[in-house]
């Protein structure tokens, strides 16, 4: 089914998530020079984001669900932070905002999953979705602290690890497999984006972004060589990432 057919049921709410970006970034105080190039570029982010859900969304559902309403709030608010990164200098002046931005799309993370199993609406979309909503927020964090100069290019390296491992699964099949639910993996995936906003806070020199930065990186190294050894040892593959 083409994209636009599939977009047609949950367009009201693809456009409420466009519309919540916008407002949120009327509120940022950025320059003038500096906002119609970072609307443009969240506005091109969030477009990205619909044509996922566009692909992704199961033909038979009609109906978007508050579940995945959160995970589009959360959506809008990254598309927002992805937008500032054209401007550098924007990241530096406001990071305790952009901090606080980032740490309303992580406390929405625990929503939006609590919201599926409390209406019984737990989809394999919605766990996708949010996942992907989680792995773009510590991308655009890590690109975020890279740009400033505040922590040091290897920090890409928080935000590109997922990505890897979902490339080198095209590559060794048994990476596709599903993993079980872990409780020390979520862990680690919400230290990330914790230890990345906190980083953006002017308050905390470079010296110590770079010491938690770095920290965070070896336990996410960690949960990875643990899931990847796992997923090698298994005799089949199975499922997607």
């Known amino acids: 089914m083409p994209i636009a057919e599939r977009l047609r049921p949950i367009l009201p709410d693809l456009a409420a998530g466009a519309g919540l970006a916008l407002v949120v970034h009327a509120a940022l105080p950025l320059s003038l020079p500096v906002m119609p190039l970072a609307v443009l570029a969240t506005a091109a982010v969030y477009a990205v984001v619909a044509a996922a859900i566009g692909r992704a969304w199961p033909a038979h559902r009609r109906e978007f669900g508050w579940p995945n309403r959160v995970t589009l709030a959360r ?25 606080a931005l980032a740490a309303l799309a992580l406390l929405l993370d625990g929503l939006d999953g609590w919201l599926a199993r409390f209406t019984g609406r737990v989809s394999a979309f919605g766990a996708r979705f949010d996942m992907e909503i989680d792995a773009l ?3 655009v964090l890590s690109l975020a602290l890279a740009l400033t100069g505040k922590v040091g290019p290897w920090v890409l390296a928080i935000g590109l690890m997922r990505y890897a491992f979902v490339g080198a699964g095209r590559l060794w099949p048994k990476l596709t497999a599903e993993l079980p639910p872990s409780t020390p993996r979520k862990i680690v995936c919400v230290l990330q984006g914790v230890v990345l906003a906190a980083c953006l806070v002017p308050a905390v020199s470079s010296e110590w972004a770079s010491v938690l930065a770095a920290l965070a990186l070896l336990a996410l190294a960690a949960s990875f060589v643990r899931d990847t050894t796992e997923l090698m040892r298994r005799s089949a593959p199975a499922g997607d990432p």
């Open 137 to 139: 927020l510590i991308l």
């Open 75 to 99: 959506a809008a608010l990254v598309a927002v932070l992805a937008g500032v990164l054209v401007a550098p200098s924007a990241i530096a002046e406001h990071g305790r905002l952009l901090a």
